[in-house]
Structure formats: structure tokens, C-alpha cells
């Protein structure tokens, strides 16, 4: 429930890189071309958000 709730406070495109990385495993590469991006953008928003994600959650990031 937990991640589902910090899933939805997401925007959409942050949001849609990760389902799309860990729910259906799709690469970076594939994602990049799926949403017309550069793949650096697809690692950089991944990586990201999924700090993000944390914060969201509740976690502490290494930055705090």
C-alpha cells in the first residue's frame, strides 16, 4: 500500500519509467525509444525518482 500510494504522488512521466523498468522489465534503451528519449534521460530520471520514491516513503536518502 505503502508503494502504491508514493507510486500515484509521482508525476506521470517519472511514474511511467519506472513501471515500465520494474514491472515490465523493459531496458533502458526500450523505454527511451518507446517514450522518444535520449537513454541517459530514461537512467537519469530512473535513478531519479527512485530517490524520490524513498523520500515519499518515509526513507532518508544519502544527501540527508
Do not use: C, H, W
Not at 17 to 41: G, H, K, P, Q, W
Request: without cysteine.
Amino acid at each position: 500500500d505503502m508503494l502504491a500510494d508514493a507510486l500515484k504522488q509521482l508525476p506521470p512521466e517519472k511514474r511511467d519509467i519506472i513501471l515500465l523498468s520494474y514491472f515490465l522489465e523493459m531496458t533502458d534503451m526500450e523505454i527511451a525509444e518507446l517514450l522518444n528519449m535520449v537513454r541517459s534521460s530514461v537512467a537519469y530520471r530512473r535513478t531519479a525518482t527512485l530517490k524520490l520514491l524513498k523520500e515519499l516513503m518515509g526513507g532518508k536518502t544519502d544527501d540527508s
